[in-house]
């Protein structure tokens, strides 16, 4: 079976076969690190934090190289390859340990018994985000093995709760903050068509503010016998209608402009009449056109959804409280208080309290650096030649956003290339393709070797 994978690596990516980060070993760490339930609650990012660090020091990593840091239930590792210029910045990497929640009942497979089926490891986070967590502890793992030293410091980051708090996110923004650039490994990636063949490369370098909003309604309630005109229920019914019919105002950037232009041929129809246009003039006909697809409403303007609702006490009586989460994507640059004060004017309720949960941070595009442009590219080209790498915003928000507000330029350049239709993060039966793994190794190292010397 070893000998068939090797094989196997050498005809998808003959420049991976050469790379210092071994398919085998990611492919391990990958399957192995699925199997821990990295759930809020569940206490078990400690103990994956204590895996790949196993792995590090497997590969020479001394333990002063390698730092976890525990916060509550959850922690925080940092390995460091040391660079020989103390006077350059130090490259980071990034991701998250942590997953979201998945209900085996629910599931094809249990979440958290990773299995390769047809050509794919299934699990909850496959996709998000272990799969290039692997990826890049992999590629740590093998550059330390072959006693590579870069001219400037690379270290690699992993956080344990931005899938909800991102309280390990911000911590490391802030101890890290004075970097030269960083690395997503939870952004940008690479799309392949139904048949399996490469079509193009998202390189991310923006991504909206993440922000949610509770609002509240009361009432003093009595006996279900007789009802009053102020119930809870129905005043956040009404609110709740009255968001899912608004629409922000469209708008652009610089980033935004970039993907469309270079998307608009290669989607193609009405949708990539729409991209072009909108790109070059703004127009609110081709925004609301390109609003009725989920994966573009994101890139033209601010959204907000109502994610979560809880209402009433006792089933014969008038409810004395009601409130509904509000989950907001805030295009770059927008302040949150901007878009709570138009979501009061939309819910059209003086008495609802309306509040912002857990203090999100807001954060521009970062610049489309020429260093990293030709860094990105070349990576891309050696894996798969010809395809276009395009400059994207992402519709959610990632570790990235944390260390963006703080002035750090940050990139998102996943090492995974899937289909469309196999894109499951968050959802049932999440799945990766396992015949990526050599080429995103190759992608990994060929990135990081550029930018750090």
């Not at 878009?339 to 941070?361: G, H, N, W, Y």
């Amino acid at each position: 079976m070893l000998r068939r994978w090797v094989v196997l690596a050498a005809l998808l990516l003959p420049q991976a076969a050469q790379a210092a980060g071994d398919p085998l070993l990611a492919k391990a760490v990958l399957m192995k690190s699925i199997a821990f339930r990295t759930v809020e609650g569940e206490g078990q990012v400690p103990a994956l934090a204590a895996y790949y660090a196993s792995i590090l020091k497997e590969a020479g990593f001394a333990d002063a190289e390698i730092e976890i840091t525990p916060m509550g239930e959850t922690a925080m590792l940092a390995a460091t390859i040391q660079g020989s210029d103390p006077r350059l910045k130090p490259l980071l990497m990034i991701g998250h340990m942590d997953v979201v929640a998945a209900n085996a009942a629910d599931w094809k497979r249990d979440p958290f018994a990773p299995v390769e089926e047809k050509g794919y490891i299934f699990g909850r986070g496959a996709e998000d985000n272990k799969y290039d967590v692997a990826m890049m502890v992999a590629t740590m793992a093998g550059l330390k093995r072959a006693g590579w030293q870069p001219r400037r410091t690379v270290t690699l980051l992993l956080s344990g709760d931005e899938e909800t708090h991102m309280v390990t996110s911000r911590i490391l923004a802030a101890k890290y903050k004075d970097a030269e650039l960083l690395l997503n490994g939870d952004g940008g990636g690479g799309l392949l068509n139904e048949e399996g063949r490469p079509v193009l490369y998202q390189l991310q370098a923006g991504e909206k503010t993440y922000a949610d909003f509770e609002i509240g309604f009361t009432d003093p309630g009595g006996h279900s016998s007789a009802p009053t005109p102020g119930n809870p229920i129905y005043r956040m019914a009404r609110a709740i209608d009255r968001i899912a019919a608004y629409r922000f105002a469209p708008m652009r950037n610089e980033l935004t402009k970039a993907s469309l232009l270079l998307s608009a041929d290669r989607i193609g129809g009405e949708v990539g009449v729409a991209m072009r246009s909108y790109a070059k003039n703004g127009d609110a006909r081709s925004a609301d056109l390109l609003s009725e697809y989920p994966e573009f409403i994101g890139q033209v303007r601010t959204t907000c959804v109502a994610t979560m609702a809880q209402a009433g006490h006792a089933l014969n009586a008038l409810p004395q409280s009601a409130r509904v989460s509000v989950n907001c994507r805030i295009f770059p640059g927008v302040a949150i208080e901007t878009v709570k004060a138009e979501l009061e004017r939309v819910v059209a309720d003086s008495s609802a309290a309306m509040t912002v949960l857990d203090d999100p941070a807001g954060s521009d595009a970062s610049p489309l650096r020429a260093d990293v442009m030709r860094a990105v590219t070349a990576a891309i080209s050696a894996r798969h030649p010809g395809i276009p790498v395009i400059p994207t915003m992402s519709a959610g928000a990632t570790d990235s956003l944390h260390f963006r507000a703080l002035g750090v330029p940050c990139y998102g350049v996943s090492g995974l290339f899937q289909r469309g239709e196999d894109g499951f993060a968050h959802g049932l039966d999440e799945r990766v393709p396992v015949a990526g793994i050599p080429a995103a190794l190759g992608q990994w190292e060929s990135i990081v070797k550029a930018l750090a010397g």
